[in-house]
């Protein structure tokens, strides 16, 4: 066996080769191990033992001041499991041999360290890694706890943006139906005006052909119109009053309907106390968007007279004022008044009381009204519209055909 002063050659240890960064002792651990005077046990000087197919190194002559120094260490050394032959406790030639031990285990520990860089180096062959490059004002290490790990886009936002197609594709679909039953009433009503011809004189009162109306429609009874307004259509009356709600004059269904009379009232219309003519509030401003438009007092001023023809007379009617009112108002639909308490005067000063709009001498034309027609359609733009609009006029003329 080779003395504490001589170089020693081993056959590695198993261990080193399977030594991995996490085992390592770290150059200063292994330089205080080796310092450390403790005598050599057997087992030591077993393993330290050169191996039985080599020739034993010939000793180094007695006068040597000091071993060389070593090229290598066991393997129980570079794997931190084993400790080292003695050397000299104290003297220059003990100096000597302990940093000539500690350079000995640096260079292992920096071995052991190559063979974990190289494990880690062919685990990510193949695999590109992109630096992350901060964005301009950010600081370039990335915060506590940051993963640069894809992130799952929460599943709600998906959600919701799905439901905001749909609705998206419902409000045109909706949009689209509108516009194609707007356009529809538009067609149909544009071709029954030939049968209400208009004199080129402005206000002229139209000429209604009655027959030819009644030839398409069994349940006209008058025709109204209103100058310079979308106001020019006939109208129809039946035992109720649901049916023309989506009815055009032709009997085909649109959401425009026809403009009706209560089914209460005396036909052909002003025979009772009141006549009530109901009209969609259209979106497109036909039927009688107008109507409600009057509860504006510049709007209602700009209503001068309202014709309303049967066929046998043309009645002139003047605006007197619009109220309005909430749809459970059904004074508004009374055709006549029995006299005691309850007149028709009572009755109009009663609605004048919601006007919005007024003539100048609404107040007198109420204490002289006999008849009087109501033009009633839903108010207001906020859909459910719960409230009505009501234009009363009563008759400044009337022509006999």
Known sequence: MPSAGEAVSATPHPAASRSSLSSVPSPTDAARAASAPAAPSADVTQRMAVSADQPAAPPKPASSPSPSPTTSLPADVASGQGAVSPLPATGV???????????????????????????????????????????????????????????????????????????????????????????????????????AVVSDEGDAVPTVDFDALAAINPDVVGWIYIPNTPVNYP????????????????????????????????????????????????????????????IDQATFDTIGTVYYITPHVTYELKPMFTAQV????????????????????????????????????????????????????CAGEIIPRTTRAVMVLDIAAAYAH
């Open 326 to 377: 909430e749809e459970t108002y059904t004074a508004a639909r009374t055709p006549n008044f029995t006299g005691t308490g309850d007149t028709l005067q009572s009755y109009l000063r009663n609605l004048y009381a919601y006007a919005k709009a007024e003539a100048a001498d609404a107040s007198e034309r109420i204490d002289q009204a006999a008849h009087v027609m109501s033009l009633v359609t």
């Open 235 to 294: 109208v129809v009356q039946t035992d109720n009053n649901t049916t023309y709600l989506t009815r055009l004059f032709d009997g085909s269904g649109n959401g425009s309907g026809t403009i009706f009379m209560d089914m209460d009232d005396a036909a052909p219309g002003m025979v009772d106390e009141q006549t009530t003519l109901y009209g969609h509030h259209m979106n497109d401003g036909k039927m009688f968007k107008i109507i409600d438009n009057t």
């Open 93 to 195: 030639a003990s100096d000597r041999a302990r940093a000539s031990v500690a350079r000995a285990a640096e260079a292992s520990y920096a071995a052991a360290l190559s063979r974990a860089g190289e494990r880690v180096s062919s685990a990510h062959a193949g695999k590109q890694v992109t630096p992350r490059v901060p964005r301009a004002g950010e600081s370039a290490e990335p915060p506590s706890g940051y993963s640069y790990a894809k992130r799952r886009k929460p599943v709600l936002s998906y959600a919701l943006i799905a439901i905001g197609v749909v609705l998206l594709l419902v409000a045109g679909g909706l949009f689209i139906r509108a516009q194609i039953g707007y356009s529809e009433a538009q067609s149909t009503y544009a071709e029954l005006q030939q049968y």
